[in-house]
């Protein structure tokens, strides 16, 4: 029974792909049939559009069963510009069925993972964990722990009930104070005369405030709008109802201190307000487009400090925020609300995010590009740029920066400023360091831009290289790739990519224009492709070259729409050396790739694009009968190989003369065809004789009119006698030509 049941699930998760192919384009169909899992394993996900760009994800699963980890991202951008499939599939067979109940897998978990208390009911389901030795069917148990603060992933195997892995969904900012616009160290232009003072009001800090409007607020008169509801602990003795709601009669908040809870919470509300609407000005209309709840001054057990952890974080479970306290209270600086806001962001665009070492680092460094990015945008202080979370640093000691945002580090680096270096943190800084440099080139604008729009294309587990390669595709989607060379040398400065592979697919593929020239550097067993974008017209012929020295490389065209480099080919061009051509006429207009492939050897080759059709007549050069002439009909009536719209050569004859009623019907026939009648002339010479003696003397000369394709004929009206008709051609541009003389008799 459970065979046919799994067999029936194979055959409709295959139908299901099928008709999923069939109704996708051709671009993601063409990933499907490349990625490394079966297409039949592969589910359509959800399908989110971005300035003009569609992003579509496909799921892995086995009889229903998520694969763990595996997923496929198409991102599909207009004219095929920008074009990035990620593809985190694998191949994975059926694992062996389940003998753990989820009742029993739940108690595994929770007492494997030390839960004293739960924050919402756990949830538990099937999954598929790939490893070196086959897959492992588990039960993937999610659960909100209250006691202590986490948001647990526990693996449990289904088969022997082992505790595979546990995992903290959680996303951590390690912070203590935050305030003001974006803090009290930036406003006051340094820490002089600045303390903490364990939340105490000062002078110098209550006159640091600068006055801000809050805006989309709803009617419920608490700090409930469009994009945040902030909120303080249920019971805190600062907030206005028992629920811990921070409310006004008026909405006049405007003598609220630091000393006071409520303080947080305005923060929050005014900063995240403010940083979505900057995404929507940006374009993005389906980022975090929603209400967010805030949790501020939480007390979060934990030995860092006697009031508590000193630690903010965005819960993927449950989607909230919650700021803890510590030394300075963390929602008092706008960078520390930002930065955790800014794991909101990215988990909304990539649902799981993240799922991996390095997709956690991207997400640090990300949280802290982008609260420095709304500082330097919003309040933008000199001698401050790059130094991110000032007041958190200085109320713990830390020096005058939690992080920075601008050291150039290289990926595998030590930072100077953050310990220890394996941590996400840590790591974080090589990429908040590109994305601040490229902001620094590129402008605020543009580079955020870029930014939001590469998150798209990640997955959970996504590395360096493709969150890498996610923004050179986002320029190509958004700005036809003109920062591209830009890109390239901050991120392979940095390590996150390798530059040499860099246009090994048709993703990365570098433009090339039409005519146009190219060269780079190949070698076997360490890069072995470069891949070209070239734009051609249908039943245009183009005309590609490859030359090199002494290595052995082929010359491929790929289709447009192709993900990889093995895509079925269009043309091949291959043989012994490097010296290969491809001559071709695309029969769709489109983007094509060029794959120039090494079989032998290394070394350096050059590239030649040019058109194979000189006159545009849809006539490849090479079998062009006339390749500088406009001739799309390529006829040759004397098949020399030179068609008639530039051969000289030319002939006539005298097809036919009848006679009729004293009257002479000539006909005659010219080539090639597109000798104009008026070329045409009829000579006449009648027979007269004069004592025995005869001779033919001219008569007149007719012209004739066409009939059709190079056939002319005329009608004479002869007295009575002998003559001689000769035809002739004569038409610029063509040589002159005549028939054999013919004699007629006229009898009246």
């Given at each position: 029974?459970k065979s046919v049941l799994?067999a029936?699930?194979?055959?409709a998760?295959?139908?299901a792909?099928?008709?999923a ?10 990933a ?11 589910e ?6 971005s ?12 009889d229903?069963?998520p694969?763990l980890g595996s ?15 990620v ?8 694992p062996?069925?389940a003998?753990?109940?989820r ?6 978990a ?9 924050r919402?009911?756990?949830r538990a389901?099937?999954?598929i964990l790939p490893?070196?030795h086959?897959?492992?069917l588990?039960w993937?148990?999610?659960m ?6 986490a ?5 449990v195997d289904?088969r022997?009930?082992?505790?595979v892995?546990t995992r903290?969904l ?10 003001y616009d ?11 005369g600045?303390?903490d ?8 800090l ?5 006055p ?12 409930s709008?469009s ?15 028992p629920?811990g ?26 900063h995240?307000d403010?940083?979505?609407t900057y995404?929507q ?10 209400p ?6 939480a007390q979060?057990?934990?030995?860092l ?5 000193d ?6 479970l449950?989607?909230?925020?919650t700021?803890?306290?510590?030394w ?6 706008a960078e ?8 909101a962001?990215?988990e909304d665009?990539?649902?799981g ?11 640090e460094g990300?949280?802290?590009y982008?609260a420095?990015a ?7 202080r000199?001698?401050?740029e790059?130094c991110?979370?000032?007041w958190?640093a ?6 005058d920066?939690?992080?920075?945002v601008d050291?150039?580090l ?13 941590d ?12 601040w ?9 543009v580079?955020?831009k870029l930014?939001?729009?590469s998150?798209?294309?990640l997955t959970?587990t ?9 923004l050179l ?13 830009l ?7 940095r390590?996150?990519?390798?530059v ?6 048709p993703?990365?593929?570098t433009?090339?224009?039409l005519p ?5 550097r190949?070698a076997v ?12 017209t249908?039943?245009?012929p ?15 065209l790929l ?16 043989g ?10 695309p029969?769709?207009?489109?983007t ?5 492939r090494?079989?032998a050897g ?7 694009v ?7 007549d ?6 062009d009968a006339?390749?500088?002439?406009y001739?799309p009909l ?12 530039c ?6 004859t005298l ?6 009623r004293?009257?002479?019907l ?8 597109t ?7 009829l000579?006449?010479?009648k027979?007269?004789c004069?004592?025995s003696?005869?001779r033919?003397?001219?008569a ?6 066409v009939?059709?394709?190079g ?6 009206d002869?007295p009575r006698?002998?003559?001689?008709l000769?035809g002739?051609?004569?038409a610029?541009g063509?040589?002159r030509?005549?028939t054999?003389?013919?004699?007629v008799?006229?009898?009246?």
């Amino acid at each position: 029974m459970k065979s046919v049941l799994a067999a029936t699930l194979a055959t409709a998760a295959v139908l299901a792909a099928s008709a999923a192919a069939e109704a996708a384009p051709s671009q993601v169909r063409a990933a499907l049939r490349e990625a490394q899992a079966p297409a039949g394993q592969l589910e359509r996900g959800s399908a989110h559009k971005s300035l003009g760009v569609t992003f579509r994800r496909f799921r892995q699963s086995v009889d229903g069963v998520p694969v763990l980890g595996s997923e496929l991202v198409v991102t599909d951008a207009p004219g095929r510009r920008g074009d990035l499939v990620v593809d985190r599939t694998r191949r994975v067979g059926e694992p062996r069925a389940a003998l753990l109940s989820r009742r029993e897998a739940l108690r595994v978990a929770r007492r494997g993972a030390r839960i004293r208390a739960l924050r919402v009911p756990p949830r538990a389901t099937l999954a598929i964990l790939p490893s070196g030795h086959g897959p492992a069917l588990v039960w993937r148990v999610l659960m909100a722990s209250a006691k202590p603060v986490a948001s647990l992933e526990v693996l449990v195997d289904a088969r022997s009930g082992r505790l595979v892995r546990t995992r903290d969904l959680l996303q951590y900012a390690t912070g203590s104070a935050q305030l003001y616009d974006p803090n009290p160290v930036v406003a006051n232009g340094g820490t002089a005369g600045l303390s903490d003072a364990d939340d105490a009001d000062s002078d110098l800090l209550t006159g640091l405030r600068a006055p801000r409007a809050l805006p989309r607020l709803d009617a419920s008169t608490c700090l409930s709008g469009s994009y945040v509801e902030a909120v303080l602990p249920a019971g805190d003795p600062d907030a206005d109802t028992p629920a811990g709601d921070v409310c006004s009669p008026t909405l006049d908040f405007t003598a609220v201190t630091r000393s006071n809870n409520r303080f947080e919470a305005l923060m929050a509300y005014f900063h995240i307000d403010r940083a979505q609407t900057y995404l929507q000005a940006l374009g993005f209309q389906n980022v975090l487009n929603r209400p967010v709840r805030a949790n501020v001054d939480a007390q979060i057990p934990g030995p860092l400090t006697e009031d508590g952890q000193d630690n903010s974080f965005f819960d993927l479970l449950t989607g909230e925020l919650t700021f803890g306290t510590g030394w300075a209270d963390d929602a008092e600086d706008a960078e520390t609300i930002l930065h955790e806001y800014g794991h909101a962001i990215q988990e909304d665009q990539v649902p799981g995010f993240p799922a991996g070492s390095d997709a956690g680092a991207i997400g640090e460094g990300f949280g802290d590009y982008f609260a420095s990015a709304m500082s330097a945008v919003f309040a933008p202080r000199a001698g401050f740029e790059g130094c991110f979370d000032e007041w958190d640093a200085f109320a713990s000691g830390l020096g005058d920066c939690l992080r920075r945002v601008d050291l150039g580090l290289r990926l595998g680096d030590p930072s100077p400023d953050c310990e220890p270096a394996d941590d996400e943190h840590c790591r974080g800084e090589v990429w908040s360091g590109a994305l601040w440099s490229i902001r620094g080139a590129l402008g605020g604008t543009v580079a955020d831009k870029l930014v939001i729009q590469s998150q798209f294309s990640l997955t959970p587990t996504a590395s360096f290289d493709q969150a890498a390669r996610a923004l050179l595709a986002a320029d190509s989607a958004l700005y036809r790739g003109v920062h591209r060379t830009l890109l390239k040398t901050v991120l392979g400065a940095r390590g996150l990519v390798d530059v040499e592979r860099l246009d090994d697919t048709p993703a990365d593929a570098t433009p090339l224009a039409l005519p146009g020239r190219a060269g780079g550097r190949l070698a076997v067993g360490s890069d072995i492709h470069d891949v070209y974008a070239l734009r051609l017209t249908a039943r245009r012929p183009v005309a590609l070259r490859l030359g090199t020295r002494r290595p052995d490389y082929d010359l491929r065209l790929l289709p447009p729409g192709a993900t990889s480099v093995n895509a079925p080919p269009l043309a091949v061009a291959e043989g012994p050396g490097g010296n290969e051509e491809i001559h071709h006429t695309p029969a769709v207009s489109g983007t094509y790739y060029v794959d120039v492939r090494a079989i032998a050897g290394s070394g350096t080759y050059t590239l030649d694009v040019a058109s194979d059709d000189f006159d545009a007549d849809g006539v490849p050069n090479g079998g062009d009968a006339c390749p500088a002439v406009y001739d799309p009909l390529q006829r040759d009536w004397d098949r020399d190989g030179l068609g008639d719209r530039c051969d000289r050569s030319a002939r006539v004859t005298l097809t036919g003369v009848k006679r009729m009623r004293g009257r002479l019907l000539v006909r005659a026939r010219m080539w090639p065809a597109t000798v104009p009648a008026t070329a045409f002339r009829l000579r006449v010479w009648k027979r007269v004789c004069k004592r025995s003696r005869c001779r033919y003397r001219p008569a007149r000369t007719r012209r004739a009119t066409v009939v059709r394709d190079g056939r002319v004929e005329l009608r004479l009206d002869l007295p009575r006698g002998r003559y001689r008709l000769q035809g002739e051609a004569r038409a610029s541009g063509y040589e002159r030509v005549r028939t054999r003389t013919r004699t007629v008799l006229v009898r009246r």
